[in-house]
């Protein structure tokens, strides 16, 4: 089990301050994790428009805060981006980012990153691997509309709500979940047949490793990773919003049995080395 808060990422050197400053992404989680995906936390600060277009990689972007457009660049659609908001986009996506006010994303990619690469000059990465098959084009989900549309779940035994806004028949390399956790709820959680990532945008609370009762605060920006060995138990002190990132996928429609495990959905990713 790992649990990294800002402060740590930036005492070790992975939060990347880009374009004069007006950009900085924490690598929350990279490519020597071993868990099948990378996840950064960025803010950006201006309105300047963004070109982007990931050739070898799947990018799924949350809006934590702020509004911005998304432009498809060869297509010519645009689309307005508001917190909850969930773009995806792909080696044939070629497009622009523009923010309308500051900006917070997190941002998970597949094939993970290494956290140290620069866009090129067509704003890619350099290619690390086999990329997932993925779907035709970008796509863009709403948090606000699953919901309204009743594609909300009950999860961890009752504990949390959540909505799977990525699952595995994206064919992206992972699934995301939009969780919810009251004040005061506790889940006792075992991940037997997956790697997660949890990274707080928003509220408090700790989670707690059963083998070793060792236990950690979580507010804004902490990423706890959690495996196959992490039997744990997360507690919200004030509501929390959190996003999960899976690896393998999630189908979309599991439930946590009495362990607090979900059902296998493909390979396990080594994760971690021990330190």
Known sequence: MLVRTIEDHRAGGWEKVLDAGKVRSVRCVTAADRVGFSLHLNEITDGDGRQLWYKHHWEANYIVAGEATLEDLDRGDSWPLLAGSLYTVGPTDRHRLTGQK????????CLALRGDEAHDEDGAYTPSG????????????DADALRAAGQEMVVANGEARTLRMLAKDDRVGFSLSDVHVAAGARAALWYKNHWEANVVIEGRGKVAEVASGREWPLSYGTTYLVGPEDRHVLESIENMHVLSVFCPP?????QHDADGALAPSGPIPPGPVEP
């Open 250 to 254: 999630l189908a979309g429609d599991e």
């Open 102 to 109: 500051e900006l917070r994303i997190v941002s998970v990619f």
């Open 130 to 141: 086999e990329v997932p098959v993925g779907r035709e084009r970008l796509f863009l989900r």
